[in-house]
């Protein structure tokens, strides 16, 4: 048996075809979301962060309505959770998490990192956050809050990060490029 | 009735997967615990029908928030733990 001749493959073929038959899904819709999830990756994030970075409108839609936020960039999230924006400020600090399984707004930061799934960031997050995102070399100032978004049910959260001191002439492209998965997650901060 | 923001609120110290097989989206380590309402997400079909492909009631979600220091005996920052909970486990106190 080869990989391509699996049990699950013939069962995922037998299920598509059914979907077609029935004329429930059409097999060139079931292509586009295939290919909607494999383009999905941070920099879509990272593009809606640095246009909130540049245009107060922009991010007073995105910390108001993310889904709305995504599809005005061209991100689409038809049929999809809705996404919901939490802003770092100097007060406070985001830190997105799931403890009971691993949710994570997939349309705009792709499949998550590795460790987001694992026991040790699900547990440690809720219980020690200063501690552990100290490891990834974020260092907060003492007054700053953290809230830790514990992300158990119908929506998606990503976090809108401060935009870094040093940046104040760059375009939209050029932030964009500076914002990374963990920035939107919160474990980090990005850096100019 | 939906809960406003600022509603102090009890999440249920229940354990439905000790009865049998379950499907919850309530942490563990918020049953039994006070937080307090941010807001009114929305309403959704129930995940704990849904999971069984039972019918679904339609419920209020909410984001609420709790002080560590309530959740974690070692906690000694104020930080805040911020999470989605259905109205069925919420009590207001």
């Known amino acids: 048996m ?3 001749e699996t049990d699950g493959e013939r069962l995922l073929l037998a299920v598509r075809s059914l979907l077609a038959q029935k004329g429930i899904v059409t097999p060139e819709e079931i292509a586009e979301r295939a290919r909607l999830t494999s383009e999905a990756s941070p920099a879509q994030g990272a593009r809606m962060v640095a246009r909130a970075w540049v245009d107060p409108a922009y991010r007073k839609l995105m910390l108001d309505d993310g889904t709305r936020a995504a599809e005005a960039v061209g991100i689409p999230m038809r049929g999809l959770l809705p996404l919901g924006v939490l802003e770092n400020t100097a007060e406070v600090h985001n830190l997105v998490v799931c403890t009971l399984c691993s949710c994570y707004p997939r349309q705009v930061l792709g499949f998550p990192p590795f460790w987001f799934k694992s026991a040790a ?16 070399g ?3 100032p003492a007054e700053t809050r953290i ?3 514990d992300s158990t049910a119908d929506y998606r959260w990503m976090v809108l990060p401060l935009r870094p001191a040093g940046t104040e002439n760059w375009d939209e492209a050029r932030l964009a490029a500076i914002v990374r998965d963990g920035d939107m997650i919160g474990i980090t901060v990005p850096n100019a | 009735m939906t809960l406003a923001p600022g509603t102090e609120v009890h999440v249920k110290f229940d354990w439905p997967e000790a009865r049998g097989p379950a499907h919850i989206r309530t942490p563990h380590y918020l ?3 006070t937080g307090t309402v941010v ?3 929305g309403d959704f079909a129930n995940p704990e029908d849904l999971a069984f492909a039972r019918p679904a009631v339609i419920l209020p979600l909410y984001h609420v928030r709790f002080d560590a220091r309530t959740l974690w005996p070692d906690a000694v920052t104020a930080d805040e733990i ?3 909970l259905y109205g069925s486990w919420l009590e207001p106190k």
Do not use: F, N
């Open chain 1, 121 to 136: 960031y699900r547990a440690r997050s809720v219980r020690d956050p200063r501690g552990l995102i100290a490891e990834w």
């Open chain 1, 147 to 149: 809230q830790v978004v």
């Open chain 1, 2 to 4: 080869t990989l391509i």
């Open chain 2, 39 to 41: 807001r009114h997400l």
């Open chain 2, 31 to 33: 049953r039994g615990k």
């Open chain 2, 82 to 84: 911020l999470v989605e």
């Open chain 1, 138 to 140: 974020t260092v907060l």
